[in-house]
Antibody, heavy 119, light 107 residues
Framework: QVQLVESGGGLVKPGGSLRLSCAAS????????MSWIRQTPGKGLEWVSY????????YYSDSVKGRFTISRDNARNSLYLQINSLRAEDTAVYYC????????????WGQGTLVTVSS | EIVMTQSPATLSVSPGERATLSCRAS??????LAWYQQKPGQAPRLLIY???TRATGIPARFSGSGSATEFTLTISSLQSEDFAVYYC?????????FGQGTKLEIK
């Protein structure tokens, strides 16, 4: 069965950095676009970034462009999110999600990893 | 950016009754609309895509309708496991945006 397991979240000071990872299993990882979606109590669900399956074309929301970098390693079945220059408003649960074959919607999600930005 | 607005924010319905949730887009998204269900402590779960197609394993009591800017998720005969928060998401234009959610609670 499809499994997505995130790791790398934690408490970080404003201006700091983190690298989130997502280990995928149960499907042919290289066939699918992948995404990072975050959730906060205040702003709800926000689609942060996604990456194409083979050529690694990347897309970012305006709120993270220039600070976040999505990448993937198809040989390791892994997705990453490098997050730099962290701000308090980046505090959220970050989900790794697979994009469905039918379009830009997420048919499988990980359990999420919490990133807390606080001094 | 397309703004998705869901109503109502909270809906109280008795088990066995029908629930109707609404989602409005600030501009047309054609039929590029998905619905998700989220329970406390869990990730969202895909219910509906293409405005009206049920995802794999989703019971027939869940149905979606609408196009352009107005969409509806209907749950006929509510079961106890259906009480959760429901989100719509437009898949038409990047950034793909979500509504703020409708909490479906037991009356």
């Amino acid at each position: 069965q499809v499994q997505l397991v995130e790791s790398g979240g934690g408490l970080v000071k404003p201006g700091g950095s983190l690298r989130l990872s997502c280990a995928a299993s149960g499907f042919t990882f290289s066939d699918y676009y992948m995404s990072w979606i975050r959730q906060t109590p205040g702003k709800g669900l926000e689609w942060v970034s996604y990456i194409s399956s083979i050529n690694s074309y990347t897309y970012y929301s305006d709120s993270v462009k220039g600070r976040f970098t999505i990448s993937r390693d198809n040989a390791r079945n892994s997705l990453y999110l490098q997050i730099n220059s962290l701000r308090a408003e980046d505090t959220a649960v970050y989900y790794c999600a697979r994009l469905a074959a039918v379009g830009p919607l997420s048919d499988y999600w990980g359990q999420g990893t919490l990133v807390t930005v606080s001094s | 950016e397309i703004v998705m607005t869901q109503s109502p924010a909270t809906l109280s319905v008795s088990p066995g009754e029908r629930a109707t949730l609404s989602c409005r887009a600030s501009q047309s998204v054609s039929s590029n609309l998905a619905w998700y269900q989220q329970k406390p402590g869990q990730a969202p779960r895909l219910l509906i895509y293409g405005a009206s197609t049920r995802a794999t394993g989703i019971p027939a009591r869940f149905s979606g309708s609408g196009s352009a800017t107005e969409f509806t998720l209907t749950i006929s005969s509510l079961q106890s496991e259906d009480f959760a928060v429901y989100y719509c998401q437009q898949c038409d234009n990047w950034p793909y945006t979500f509504g703020q959610g409708t909490k479906l609670e037991i009356k």
